[in-house]
Each structure stands twice: as C-alpha cells, then as structure tokens.
C-alpha cells in the first residue's frame, strides 16, 4: 500500500482525537484557504464607513487605523494558537466548549454558537448592502451622476440589487468549495492588484491634495452632519471603520476540516490575512484621505454622488477634475464592487460552515435539515441557503429606514467579534496544564495576550451599541442594541428554560464510525 495512503492528514488526526470523523472533503491548501479568509476580511470593506469616519474626527481618523490594527494582532494572535490545537469547522464554539470545561463548556458553547451564526449571518447583508450601494454610484456616476440628470436607484431598486447578490451568491455556494476556491484566488489577485492601482493612481490623478500635516493630524467633528460635537465621543466613534475592516480571520478556523495539515496552515491563514488586510486597506483610506478636495462638499446632497459615498465622490472629483470625465472613477469603482462581491462570497462560505457545524451538535432548531451535506459536492447546502434567506430578510427595512446598514453592521459586529471573546476568555483562566496545544503555541505569553485581546473586543463591542449620529430619530435610530439584545435574550430563555437540560455542547461521532466499520 502507498505510503500517502498509510499517512493521514494531522489535521484529520486531530479531528479524530477531539471527537469528530472526517465528513468534509480535505482539500483545500494553504494559499485557498488564505484566498478565501482574505476575501472575508476584504481591503475595501470600510469602503461605505468611510464617510462616518472623516466625520468622527476628521483626516486624523486614519493614523487611529494603526491602534485598531495593533490590538486586532492581539485577538489574531490569540486565536492562531486556539486555532492549532482545535482545527474544527465549528472553530470558536467548539474551542469555548472544551477551553471551559465540563461545568461551563455548555453554556459558554451555546452563547459562542449563537453569538457566531448572529455575526456571520448580519454579515452577509453588510457586505450585500455594500455591495448595492457601490453599485448604485457606478450606475450614477455612469449615467450623468447627480447633477447631470445620471440614474439614482431609488429604494426598491436598491433592495432588488441586495436580495439579487445574496441569492448569486447562495447559488455559488452550492457547487463544491473548490469552485470557491477558485473564485477567491481571483480575488485575493482582483484586490491587492486593484487595491495597489487605486491606492497609487488616485492621489497622482487628484489635482489637488492634502498635505500630510492635515492628513495625520487634522481633526474635526463636522457636527453639521453628524450632530456630534463632543471630541471624546469623536474619537471613540473613529475607530468605527478600523474594526469593521479588521475582523473575519476566523473564516480559516471555519475551513479546518476541508484544509490539509489544518493545525499549522489555520493559524498562518490567520495571521497572513490580518497582515495583508491591514497594510493594504491603511493605505487605500490614505491615498483616499490625501486626495480630498473638499471636506464639507464631500458631505452634500447637491454634490455628484447625491451625499451618498464620500469615498466615491473623492475618486470622482480626482477624475473629472484632472480628465473632466468620470470613466476613471467608474473603473475604480467597480474594482472596489468586485471587493465586496468576493467578500460576501467568503463570508457565506463562513457562515454555512459554522450553521453546519452547530447543526451537528443540535444547537438550533431543525437541525438535521441543516447539517445536511449534499452527497455529490459535500457542501451543506441547506445550511447555506438558510444563511442566504436570513441575509435577505435583514435587508427589508431598506425600504423604510436609512440607518439600515449601521445597524445590520453594528449587529454583525458584535456577533462576530463578541464570538471571539468567549474562547479567548475560557482560554485566559484556564489551568495551563489542562491545555493540550498545537504547533503554534504562545507559551508564556499566552496570557497577557488572551488578556489584551479580551478587553479589547469588549471595547469594539461596546462601540457599536452607540448611536452614530444625532439628534435621535427614528429614520436614523442604530437599532442594533435592540435587535442584538431580543435575539440575545431569547437565546438565553431558551437556554434557562430548556436548551440546559440538554445541550451538552459538541457531540462526537467518531465513536458512530467507528461502530459502522
């Protein structure tokens, strides 16, 4: 017998060892499973933020960038080691499951399960929204923009092209994950070529630009605009867009069971897309911040893309200014549109994955539909498409309200990077001894790392329950405290009055393998 036969994979041993038979197909190396978390995390995604964030403090937002991304390393860094010792599909409610212990395994699972599928989920309308309001500008832009007689894609139009990119995308992800595979690496291409032409290009084509005096230490709390004047509150709202740019590494723990040798390439997948993400999208909301001409104007409804994306009408005014014609600014547009498609892609690969994996261990109603895996591609599809249904419904207050996308990102947020805090915690005030770990280990330096990262994403989370603009209204209300807090407060009636007696946190089934053999 071949020796490759004889050998398995020591990502697959390590499965074996926690409990769980390979069911997944094992494929996917290194450089897809980078694609694919690179693509989750995508260069432009602070892209429709980035408004808010010149609002919150003006140019000086962006050196604040490098503070989010130093403490995002902690979390990174502090989940790479969890990530080596547990490569399962379920990722962070399986590591808060054993990190807790036998007493408070369950009940830490349960809240990471739901605080994971709750981020993951919103996220996918986040990046569809993103997605709809990109190319709402290109269509604009494309057509006369706004002061040109140019197409403005009222709200119902707007919600089609929301619901139209989630279903796209649900339909992608029915073919097996190396299509996917194959998607992202065109997009890890499409977005470091793309981000490195825009982010060079744009401050050589604006006719004007700001001087770095002004771009690393100008501040300004524009409450004209957004009604705030306080300059604390300023200066915690900046860091808005950093955060909601630096999360969804976590897209390689959750692609554990279909990579090879998942316990060393998850926690360089992680860590490598962290690196990449944060060096390149400083430098796009740089080349953007150095090619404002106009701060005030930028803010505008008579302005050519009708207030609606700074970002966009910094590159439309660099464009007409210096060629008098928006062609420029259409093509980079839809360099950053094919980011957020590739990005919502991803993050509907994630979130399958982990309803899958909560699946298996009858975590949310219905759960055998769900973790289904389709026989000929071995894809959960029934997960995927549940994913997709939910992601569309989020985005039905399109029609009504405008704080739509900071609330949907507000929840998605604090869904996924709250997930984050439960395994790291466990791990904190954990017995070291009790910890078996993997090739990547921190050793010593385990704990004031997991410290760190903990406060640091009570902080993120705290952030995105504030309202972001003022006075308070109802068009305008970010109902993300409410919409987290009901769907958290259910969740733990549900587990108080049931889900305790018995959810027992992740089932083993090698044990069912094995007795089939």
């Not at 197909?25 to 010149?54: H, Y």
């Not at 690496?185 to 290009?201: D, E, H, T």
């Not at 026989?375 to 997709?388: D, E, F, G, I, S």
Request: proline share 4%.
């Amino acid at each position: 017998m071949d020796q490759q036969v004889l050998e398995m994979d020591s990502g697959e041993k390590r499965l074996n060892e926690l409990g769980y038979k390979q069911e997944l197909r094992r494929e996917m190396t290194l450089f897809k499973t980078l694609a694919i978390t690179f693509s989750c995390m995508s260069v432009f995604t602070g892209t429709p933020r980035g408004g808010r964030s010149l609002g919150h403090g003006g140019a000086q937002a962006q050196p604040r960038i490098l503070v989010v991304t130093f403490f995002t390393w902690f979390v990174g860094i502090a989940m790479a080691e969890i990530c080596s010792s547990f490569p399962t599909t379920g990722s962070l409610y399986f590591w808060a499951a054993h990190l807790a212990g036998p007493k408070w395994g369950p009940f830490a699972s349960w809240c990471c399960a739901w605080l994971e599928a709750i981020g993951l989920i919103s996220a996918i309308g986040a990046q569809a929204f993103s997605g709809s309001q990109t190319l709402q500008m290109i269509i604009l832009i494309a057509t006369g923009n706004n002061k040109g007689g140019g197409y403005f894609a009222s709200k119902g139009v707007f919600l089609c092209m929301y619901l139209g990119l989630i279903i796209i995308w649900g339909v992608l992800n029915t073919f097996a994950l190396q299509v996917i595979a194959i998607l992202n690496i065109i997009s890890i291409w499409w977005q470091v070529l793309g981000g490195v032409v825009v982010i060079i290009m744009l401050p050589l084509v604006a006719t004007s630009t700001q001087t770095a005096s002004y771009v690393f230490t100008h501040f300004e709390t524009s409450p004209e605009s957004t009604g705030i004047s306080s300059i604390p509150y300023a200066v915690i709202l900046s860091v808005l867009l950093s955060n909601y740019c630096l999360y969804g590494y976590d897209a390689a723990a959750h692609l554990t069971e279909e990579t090879k040798g998942a316990d060393r390439t998850g926690p360089i997948a992680i860590l490598s897309s962290i690196g990449i993400v944060s060096l390149v999208s400083w430098a796009y909301y740089l080349a953007l911040t150095f090619s404002i001409r106009d701060l005030d104007y930028l803010y505008s409804a008579d302005n050519e893309t009708a207030g609606v994306s700074v970002p966009a009408q910094i590159i439309y005014d660099a464009f007409h200014g210096r060629y008098q014609n928006s062609t420029g600014a259409v093509v980079f547009l839809c360099i950053i549109w094919g980011s957020f498609f590739f990005c919502g892609l991803s993050v509907v690969t994630s979130a399958a994955r982990v309803v899958y994996a909560i699946s298996r261990d009858k975590c949310i109603p219905f759960s055998p539909i769900w973790r289904k895996v389709n026989p000929r591609n071995k894809v959960p599809t029934n997960a995927v498409w549940l994913c997709a249904t939910i992601g569309m419904l989020l985005g039905l207050p399109i029609l009504k309200l405008e704080a739509v996308f900071t609330a949907i990102v507000s929840i998605s947020t604090i869904g996924w990077v709250g997930g984050y805090a439960v395994p790291i915690f466990a791990r904190l005030v954990m017995a070291e001894e009790n910890f078996k770990p993997g090739p990547f280990y921190l050793g010593r330096a385990s704990r004031p790392v997991c410290f760190v990262a903990f406060f640091w994403i009570c902080y993120t989370c705290s952030v995105f329950l504030l309202p972001v603009t003022y006075p308070l209204r109802w068009k305008n209300f970010n109902y993300a405290p409410v919409a987290v807090g009901v769907t958290l407060a259910l969740v733990m009636f549900w587990w108080a009055v049931d889900a305790r007696k018995w959810f027992k946190g992740p089932v083993r089934n090698i044990d069912e393998q094995n007795g089939n053999e």
